[in-house]
């Protein structure tokens, strides 16, 4: 199984030492390096990668903000940081990394990184996915719900209606806002100021010329809902994120 990684890192020098040592293992391929965040994002944007090698003081983007829109867009890419001082990485472990180098890095530490790596990305391949069930308040008490089942969200007034594949509406008295942190990490998008969307259950986005704004549309359902276009860039991003080839 080959190891895609990128290295990002705005020091010529240590980029290139990090370069060449990952080029010692045969089963790991360097899928690109950037000096910087916006090469970086550009990078990922273009091409799959399994884990980055993350420097944390750059001069164009502290690697903590960059490490936060991997999290966000990426949420499978792993995260090692790279650091010339030890007292760095107390910060970082809110990004939950796999790990922390000090530069300059060593080979026996690179090693055991990339076995770690590796032993994650297998573990992820053969586990079947397990299903996600969340209990929520919805009007009537307490509903048992499926978090696969659920197409989108959407704000209807002070409550939320969570539309699922069968076509059923839950209605919840919850924000939307605190629905949102519930389920982003089930893989769901907030498309529109009234709408979370599951990024897996999208079978396409199309422009709505009468209205002039995009429509998102689903595999599973008839329905279509806005997005808006603010976020569509972003909403294109996380569903490369998501190893989806868009041309």
Do not use: W
């Not at 939320?160 to 939307?176: A, E, W």
């Amino acid at each position: 199984m080959e190891l895609r990684v990128l290295v990002v890192d705005d020091e010529p020098n240590s980029r290139a030492h990090l370069t060449a040592l990952l080029r010692e293992f045969p089963d790991v391929a360097v899928a690109g390096t950037a000096s910087g965040g916006e090469e970086a994002v550009l990078c990922l944007r273009k091409t799959p990668v399994d884990l980055v090698f993350l420097d944390i003081e750059m001069a164009d983007v502290n690697g903590f903000e960059l490490a936060r829109h991997i999290r966000a867009s990426y949420p499978k890419v792993m995260i090692v940081f790279l650091t010339g001082h030890v007292d760095f990485a107390l910060d970082g472990y809110e990004f939950r990394p796999l790990d922390f180098l000090i530069k300059p890095v060593k080979l026996m530490r690179l090693e055991r990184v990339l076995t770690l790596a590796k032993e994650q990305l297998e573990n992820r391949e053969t586990k079947a996915p397990a299903s996600v069930r969340i209990g929520l308040q919805v009007d009537g008490g307490l509903e048992i719900i499926d978090v696969s089942s659920i197409l989108y969200l959407e704000r209807e007034g002070r409550k939320v209606s969570l539309v699922s594949t069968d076509g059923k509406r839950y209605t919840s008295f919850d924000s939307l806002q605190k629905l949102q942190g519930i389920f982003e990490p089930y893989g769901f998008f907030r498309c529109h100021q009234s709408f979370l969307v599951r990024l897996d259950a999208i079978r396409g986005i199309r422009m709505d010329v009468s209205r002039g704004c995009h429509n998102i549309l689903f595999a599973e359902s008839k329905d279509q809902i806005p997005l808006s276009r603010s976020k569509y860039a972003e909403l294109r991003e996380r569903l490369a994120g998501t190893g989806l080839t868009i041309v």
